[in-house]
């Protein structure tokens, strides 16, 4: 059975180009399309797609209106197709928060040759999009107080590694909003995400998180208490300098820019037994294998379990080749985190 989806987009020929992008693979239908937020909404009622790719900027109601009431209603899987997703990351990543599985982002210019470009990726996020089930769109955990937590004498030599792609920014927020703010530990998140997105994914971040959250620099400290997002389009890694641990950055041709794998087998070498790794929810296997050589170096590993990922991807090949310690819902990683920064306290 064909994917069924339905294209949500204010102009005619980009309803159109999407329809004909989706249907060049056979194993997508495109049932209905629609002109806006409320002609969407009417339109999935009646044709009930499994999949909806969404514009933000529509008259009468937009995106962001529109998904939010789509949530309220019955959750579909959503993927975000708009060029503002360049001009203005902070409502893509709005998007993404209120429960839309991925974006494409539409090229900025308008010859019909350019848009095509964007053919391969939107397929293949739309058929990854199909296989997310409703229930996980709509469970993502309510943030509640964080609680007091005891981290005294906890050694501050210790770091935590997190790496996300689809679905990352939404389990993020949830992670960081949950952590304190007396955390002893330094943190370095790698998310897949372009790089016009990299500031307001930081600054979003910042905005729900007790600690300080800043896009890594070249030569940044890690300090306990800070996160610090790794850029797109580099690699991110650490070195011991000066006797202090900080950031280097690198120039790559990989095809994930940044590397959660990169950045985990960096922190391995450095940190060995005093890092932590954590592995959200993505498509692929990014980051198993750097998991698994924070674990052969005497970590801890933390992989989300596939009741709360959006996509179940990365953190099932880390669990299939054995770099993981604790498999968990998204919920209880929090406290997992206060339970292992316990157990070093108890080392010492």
Same mark, same amino acid.
């Given at each position: 059975?064909?994917?069924?989806v339905?294209v949500v987009?204010?102009?005619?020929?980009?309803?159109?180009?999407?329809?004909?992008?989706?249907?060049?693979?056979?194993?997508?239908?495109v049932?209905?399309?629609a002109?806006?937020?409320?002609d969407?909404?009417?339109?999935i009622?009646?044709?009930?797609?499994?999949?909806?790719?969404?514009?933000?900027?529509?008259?009468?109601?937009?995106?962001?209106?529109?998904l939010?009431e789509?949530?309220?209603?019955?959750?579909?899987?959503?993927?975000?197709?708009?060029?503002?997703?360049?001009?203005?990351?902070?409502?893509?990543?709005?998007?993404?928060?209120?429960?839309a599985v991925?974006?494409?982002?539409?090229?900025?210019?308008?010859?019909?040759?350019e848009?095509?470009?964007?053919?391969?990726?939107?397929?293949?996020?739309?058929?990854?999009?199909?296989?997310?089930?409703?229930?996980?769109?709509?469970?993502?955990?309510?943030?509640e107080?964080?609680?007091e937590?005891?981290?005294?004498n906890?050694?501050?030599t210790?770091?935590? #590694?997190?790496?996300?792609? $689809? /679905?990352?920014?939404?389990?993020?927020? @949830?992670? !960081?909003?949950? %952590?304190?703010?007396?955390?002893?530990?330094g943190?370095?998140i790698?998310?897949?995400?372009?790089?016009?997105?990299?500031?307001?994914?930081?600054?979003?971040?910042?905005?729900?998180?007790?600690?300080?959250?800043?896009?890594?620099?070249?030569?940044?400290?890690?300090?306990?208490?800070?996160?610090?997002?790794?850029?797109s389009?580099?690699?991110?890694?650490?070195?011991?300098?000066?006797?202090?641990?900080?950031?280097?950055?690198?120039?790559?041709d990989?095809?994930?820019?940044p590397s959660?794998?990169?950045?985990?087998?960096?922190v391995?070498?450095?940190?060995?037994?005093?890092? #932590?790794?954590?592995?959200? $929810? /993505?498509?692929?296997?990014?980051?198993? @294998?750097? !998991?698994?050589? %924070?674990?052969?170096?005497?970590?801890?590993?933390?992989a989300?379990?596939?009741?709360?990922?959006?996509?179940?991807?990365?953190?099932?090949?880390?669990?299939?080749i054995?770099?993981?310690h604790?498999?968990l819902?998204?919920?209880?990683?929090?406290?997992?985190?206060?339970?292992?920064?316990?157990?070093?306290?108890?080392?010492?």
């Open positions: 059975m064909a994917i069924t339905l987009d204010d102009s005619a020929f980009m309803r159109q180009l999407i329809k004909q992008m989706l249907e060049s693979d056979p194993g997508i239908k049932v209905a399309v002109t806006d937020g409320i969407a909404l009417n339109k009622d009646f044709y009930r797609p499994q999949v909806v790719t969404l514009d933000l900027e529509m008259p009468r109601m937009d995106g962001l209106t529109m939010a789509l949530m309220r209603r019955h959750p579909l899987p959503v993927v975000v197709v708009s060029s503002i997703a360049v001009e203005g990351g902070e409502q893509t990543l709005q998007a993404l928060e209120l429960g991925d974006f494409v982002t539409k090229p900025v210019a308008k010859p019909s040759q848009l095509w470009q964007i053919q391969d990726e939107l397929v293949l996020k739309v058929k990854a999009a199909a296989e997310v089930r409703p229930e996980i769109i709509e469970q993502l955990p309510v943030a107080p964080v609680p937590q005891d981290f005294d906890v050694p501050s210790g770091i935590v #590694v997190v790496g996300a792609s $689809t /679905g990352g920014p939404r389990a993020l927020r @949830y992670l !960081l909003s949950q %952590i304190p703010p007396d955390f002893p530990w943190m370095i790698a998310q897949h995400i372009p790089a016009e997105f990299t500031q307001s994914f930081a600054a979003r971040l910042g905005s729900l998180s007790a600690l300080k959250v800043k896009v890594a620099e070249e030569n940044d400290e890690v300090r306990p208490g800070q996160v610090l997002v790794a850029p389009g580099l690699q991110t890694g650490v070195v011991r300098k000066d006797g202090k641990t900080r950031i280097k950055l690198e120039q790559s990989a095809i994930y820019r959660v794998d990169y950045l985990f087998n960096s391995a070498a450095v940190y060995k037994e005093n890092t #932590v790794g954590v592995l959200l $929810t /993505g498509m692929g296997a990014d980051g198993a @294998y750097g !998991l698994k050589l %924070i674990k052969e170096a005497g970590g801890i590993t933390i989300e379990a596939a009741t709360s990922c959006v996509i179940y991807g990365m953190p099932r090949v880390a669990a299939e054995g770099a993981v604790y498999q819902p998204l919920a209880e990683i929090p406290k997992c985190l206060s339970s292992v920064l316990a157990r070093y306290k108890q080392k010492q």
